[in-house]
């Protein structure tokens, strides 16, 4: 990759396993966020600077300075419920750095991370040709983020992507996955209550990674909105049996419960996504998004290394 490097605005789950795949390819990475990541960037090979995105005089400043090639909008808010509490600065957050960024990086090629919450969560099959409908205030600011970056960036790409999940350490303080809260969970012997009326398509962080790296690359031409979703459409409660299997607990300590009684009561019933249009796409030729049981099988050593706590 050319010198100029990628920017991944964002340091979360997403942000720094995009930026940690970037980096073991040897590209120029840097990170920003407000507070520095969990986990030393250093130790991949990227770097991180402090940024707060919706300030667009700092934005243009470290643009000015790094000139970079890529851009990877990863940044919050991404909690539903805080969101729906705050609609406005939900939207204004998500708009914002979407215009900034277009406006400050015109020759970039620009991957903004989306979501399935653009969907109303009806239909159990969402591809890139599904109308959009959001259900709620996250779902309407990340569409109206979409419909910015793509008026203004024309090299532009919104990769709508269902669930993610990875590995969180056990001393993270508040996991940020399904998957990993669901694992630290299960390996202290704790029950874990899921619903089993809420469906999902869940992705592997380093999935999403490499097909983010491969559209960075990419030399052609790209469809605008591309879907990203995994193989396998589960209930919660039968991915976390799944999690249970890999880890070797007995999976009765999984209770299937109706959505209703969960705290993903407000979510849509399906939060599933197709990648028509990505699927036949030159440039993910070759690459193998895993379905559940083979993303729970890599992900489980990494939960059972840990002592339970
Ligand atoms: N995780 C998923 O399942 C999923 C699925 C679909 C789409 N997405 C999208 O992917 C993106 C990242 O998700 P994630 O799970 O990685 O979220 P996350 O773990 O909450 O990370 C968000 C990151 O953005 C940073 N951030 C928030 N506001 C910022 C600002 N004003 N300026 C600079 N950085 C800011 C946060 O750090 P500071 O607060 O310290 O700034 C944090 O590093 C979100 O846009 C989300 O909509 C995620």
């Given at each position: 990759m050319s010198a100029g490097g990628t920017l991944v605005v964002g340091s979360g789950l997403v942000g720094t396993g995009i930026a940690r795949r970037l980096a073991s390819a040897g590209d120029r990475v840097t990170l920003v966020s407000r507070r520095p990541p969990a986990l030393p960037v250093d130790a991949y090979g990227a770097r991180w600077c402090a940024l707060d995105a919706t300030d667009a005089r700092a934005g243009r400043r470290l643009l000015g300075r790094l000139r970079p090639d890529r851009v990877v909008l990863v940044h919050g808010p991404s909690d539903v419920t805080w969101c729906e509490d705050h609609p406005d600065e939900a939207r204004a957050a998500h708009v914002g750095v979407a215009d900034s960024f277009a406006a400050l990086a015109p020759d970039a090629r620009i991957v903004m991370i989306s979501t399935d919450n653009v969907f109303d969560g009806r239909s159990a099959h969402n591809t890139e040709h599904t109308a959009v409908s959001p259900a709620n205030a996250y779902g309407r600011a990340k569409l109206a983020a979409e419909r910015a970056l793509l008026a203004a960036s024309p090299r532009a790409v919104a990769l709508r992507v269902s669930l993610v999940y990875g590995h969180e350490p056990a001393d993270a303080g508040k996991w940020l996955n399904f998957f990993a809260s669901c694992a630290h969970r299960l390996r202290r012997g704790e029950p874990v209550e899921a619903p089993d009326d809420q469906w999902t398509t869940p992705v592997l962080v380093d999935d999403v990674a490499e097909v983010t790296t491969a559209l960075l690359r990419a030399g052609e031409p790209l469809p605008p909105v591309l879907h990203l979703g995994g193989p396998d459409r589960v209930s919660r409660a039968e991915w976390a049996g799944v999690i249970a299997r890999a880890l070797r607990?007995?999976?009765?300590?999984v209770t299937p419960v109706p959505r209703a009684r969960t705290r993903y009561a407000s979510r849509p019933a399906n939060a599933c996504l197709t990648g028509e249009l990505l699927a036949a796409l030159p440039a993910v030729e070759g690459i193998t998004v895993r379905g559940v049981r083979e993303g729970a099988r890599l992900l489980a050593p990494a939960f059972t290394a840990a002592p339970a706590g």
């Open positions: 607990v007995p999976a009765d300590l």
